[in-house]
């Protein structure tokens, strides 16, 4: 059974660069019936899709982030990361990272989720 | 890209059914049927319970129904049960290739 798990920094300054990542286990991340993608959720409001990656690299962001986001795979680990540049008070969400389902484009699995808060 | 519609809450007491909506657009719900439903008790992470729009994955009661017609896609809970009180919400495909989330509707069971 695939499970997801996002770590990182729980608190990050402003204008300063959130870094997480997503580490897969039971399951290779090198699949080509898979993307791998990152969603967030303010504290009390709804689900925001970020973006996904493929194991070969590949990535699409959701148009309103896309000149802040950047998406990584590193294969040998098992692992993607997420990185948003210029953080304001804004970013402070819980931030999940899920398997996406590439013939039918949902998510199937998803991280338990990570709080970052965005404060100096 | 905006988000998809549905509204902020519903409610139900246990035994009856409701229906959550979910309204986008030719560029979104209208021309896919890759649209799915995620169920998000509080304080947890979310769990798909529809996908392509009336499927559901292994393990999900066959009170959990979805459809679409038009721009619009819903969701029916049949047989209300304590348990399905959380948070719902809808996501689709689109024209850009992007994926969109609903606002999510809160359902409570009375």
Known sequence: ?????????????????????????????????????????????????????????????????????????????????????SVTAADTAVYYCARHVLATDFFDCWGQGTLVTVSS | QSALTQPPSVSGSPGQSVTISCTGSSSDVGN?????????????????????????PSGVPDRFSG????????????????????????TSYTSSSALVFGGGTKLTVL
């Open chain 1, 1 to 85: 059974q695939v499970q997801l798990q996002e770590s990182g920094p729980g608190l990050v300054k402003p204008s300063e660069t959130l870094s997480l990542t997503c580490t897969v286990s039971g399951g290779s991340i090198s699949s080509t019936s898979y993307y791998w993608d990152w969603i967030r959720q303010p504290p009390g409001k709804g689900l925001e899709w970020i973006g996904r990656l493929s194991f070969s690299g590949s990535t699409y962001s959701n148009p309103s982030l896309k000149s802040r986001v950047t998406m990584s795979v590193d294969t040998s680990k098992n692992q993607f990361s997420l990185r948003l540049s």
């Open chain 2, 32 to 56: 896919y049927n890759r649209v799915s439903w995620y169920q998000q008790p509080p304080g947890t992470a979310p769990k798909v319970i529809i996908y392509e729009v009336s499927n559901r």
């Open chain 2, 67 to 90: 459809s679409k017609s038009g721009n619009t896609a819903s969701l029916t809970i049949s047989g209300l049960q304590a348990e399905d009180e959380a948070d719902y919400y809808c």
